[in-house]
């Protein structure tokens, strides 16, 4: 669930549970819960009780008494309890998602616990072998496409952010098509401001009445924010809807999951212009559709709407990498949230209005330690 949070445990602690009745054992900063496994350990229990309230990475990796399969760490990770403080001053010790953070209790369904950690560069190699599901190394699409992961798999891995070296794309498709999946933010701009320039003089001029046709564009802009959140909300979380299948999966990544899976990445950010045409065509028929009356009233709202879109990219890069001023800073916190803590909620990126109006707006207490019995 969104927003459930690991607790973290002292060294004491972990090394109290040493028993049948209790059999914890920690990997790095990690904590696991075995005591239901204790029986059903193929060498045997008493194997798993001499290790019992101890850290078992080395015996793991031990090639002379035994290299353990991928299972076992499988079997790992769905008896992952929480984490271990690395020491009584506080210092950052825990990992996210393998690549390093702190000491701090993380949400379990992102696996952090700050939005800092939505920028700790993540050990590809161990990410991997820990949770089997992208390799950074290789190019990501035929990844998933040639996968056969499961939609539970695959929605649960997405939300669990990953960060790329040196700030740096990811692969996607690894050929020539790499560069059309990038876009940078000052596109944006470029593109569509002078469009939406040309079309709101346009619209102003032939509807001839200044007040008339600045009502028609601020109500375009107005409208965005709810497509806006509509968008957000069920088309890019259609989490719950996705079809179970690599054709479903494949493009859920491609529209909004890779976001969410590399959240930080500068180029795979704001919506790359085709993908804007195809998604701004019916809202252009629907202005005309209801406008019908005055093609210049349908322009008119249509620009203010499109207008409406440029602000949200720029928004949306701003509040990942940028620096702003104390309003902003409280929208950037806000929407960082919704990566790192809780997904399901909070799909206003230009406001909360809407989150507000609809009951999702994200309130999410920090971490705090709570201690397992």
Known sequence: MPGRVLPTFTSAEVESHNNAKSCYVTVGSKVYDLTSFV??????????????????????????????????????????IGFIASDSTGKQGTKVNGVGGTNEPVYASTGMSREEDLSVETDYSQDYKTHKFLDLNKPLLMQL?????????????????????????????????????????????????????????????????????????????????????????????????????????TLHFLLHGIHHYL???????????????????????????VFFYNWYAAVTVFCGGVFGYICYDLTHYFLHHRKLPQFYQDLKKYHLQHHFADFDNGFGVTSRFWDRIFGTELVTPAPKDVKRQ
């Open 39 to 80: 029986d059903d350990h193929p060498g045997g229990g008493d194997l798993v009780l001499d290790y019992a309230g101890k850290d078992v990475k080395e015996i793991l990796r031990d090639a002379v008494s035994h290299e353990h399969s991928e299972a076992a760490y499988e079997i790992l990770e769905e008896s992952l």
């Open 145 to 249: 496409w040639n996968s056969g992961f499961s939609k539970e798999f695959y929605l649960d891995q997405i939300h669990r952010p990953r960060h790329y070296k040196g700030g740096e794309s990811a692969p996607l498709f690894g050929n020539f098509l790499e560069p059309l999946s990038k876009t940078a933010w000052y596109v944006v701009p470029i593109i569509w401001l002078p469009p939406v320039t040309y079309g709101t003089f346009v619209g102003f001029a032939g509807l001839g009445n200044v007040p008339a046709a600045a009502t028609y564009w601020a109500g375009g802009l107005f409208l965005w924010t709810l497509i806006e959140y509509l968008m957000h909300r069920f088309l890019f979380h259609i989490d719950r809807y996705l079809p179970d299948n690599r054709v479903g999966l």
């Open 263 to 289: 959240p930080m990445d500068k180029y795979r950010l704001v919506m790359p212009p085709a993908l804007f045409i195809i998604l701004a065509t019916p809202f252009w028929r629907l202005a005309h559709a």
